[in-house]
């Protein structure tokens, strides 16, 4: 799998855009970035995912550098319900892939208000 | 709501005892995962299955695990002579094979082993 990395926390004011940064630089040509979150005392959620064009849903925005070497979750207004565990990754484009997904330790997303 | 769905949500056991996990998956997916969760880690993946057949196993999943999906819808985890390191919370989830990296995940079941 490409590894992926992380900073550990984050803080945001509420209302304020989120920026969260994840860097995969072993990423192959054709492996996708996933990113979810994790809210407390729930499963994980999947929030959007790309290729290497900036992907956009109702929950986030996705801008992937040309290099695909690192990429940004971006939350456009960060509400205090929006603090949770973001897990940014990749997996490995096999062709029996499993969708066994490999999650990191994320960034911790703090939104205070 | 036709999320997924996991029982029970708590599990409390002595050491030694068996348990057994039951998920319900969306009902249209095909693909269904077990991950197992340990306080301020992320998920990490156990096993999981196509329809009724049981595709891949992690090394994490010692022979005291076994999983089914008998008829390809729920599943069930069980767990046999639980041992106090085995205390997790123990996550499904469902997918449609076609898009298996978009997967959606139940509330978890904690399993508290004493």
């Known amino acids: 799998d490409a590894k992926t990395t992380q900073p550990t926390s984050m803080d945001c004011a509420e209302g304020r855009a989120a920026n969260l940064p994840c860097n995969h630089s072993?990423?192959?040509?054709?492996?996708?970035v996933y990113w979810y979150r994790q809210i407390h005392s729930q499963g994980p959620q999947y929030i959007i995912h790309?290729?290497?064009n900036n992907e956009t849903n109702e929950m986030a925005s996705l801008i992937i550098t040309e290099d695909r070497k690192s990429s940004t979750l971006i939350l456009p207004h960060a509400t205090l319900r929006d603090t949770a565990v973001y897990y940014c990754?990749?997996?490995?484009?096999?062709?029996?892939?499993?969708?066994?997904?490999?999650f990191g330790q994320g960034t911790t997303l703090q939104v205070k208000p | 709501d036709t999320g997924v769905s996991q029982n029970p949500r708590h599990k409390i056991t002595k050491r030694g005892q068996n348990v057994t996990f039951r998920c319900d998956p969306i009902?249209?997916?095909?693909?269904l995962y077990w991950y197992r969760q340990t306080l301020g880690q992320g998920p990490e993946f156990l096993t999981y299955?196509?329809?009724?057949?049981?595709?891949?196993k992690s090394r994490l999943l010692s022979d005291r695990f076994s999983a089914e999906r008998p008829k390809g819808s729920f599943s069930t985890l069980e767990i046999q002579r639980t041992e106090q390191g085995d205390s997790a919370m123990y996550l499904c989830?469902?997918?449609?094979?076609?898009?298996?990296?978009?997967?959606?995940f139940g509330p978890g079941t904690r399993l508290t082993v004493l």
């Open positions: 989830a469902s997918s449609l094979a076609e898009s298996f990296n978009e997967q959606f």
């Open positions: 072993t990423i192959s040509g054709n492996e996708y």
């Open positions: 790309g290729l290497k």
């Open positions: 990754i990749v997996p490995p484009r096999l062709t029996s892939n499993t969708g066994k997904l490999i």
């Open positions: 009902s249209e997916h095909n693909r």
């Open positions: 299955f196509q329809n009724e057949a049981q595709l891949e």
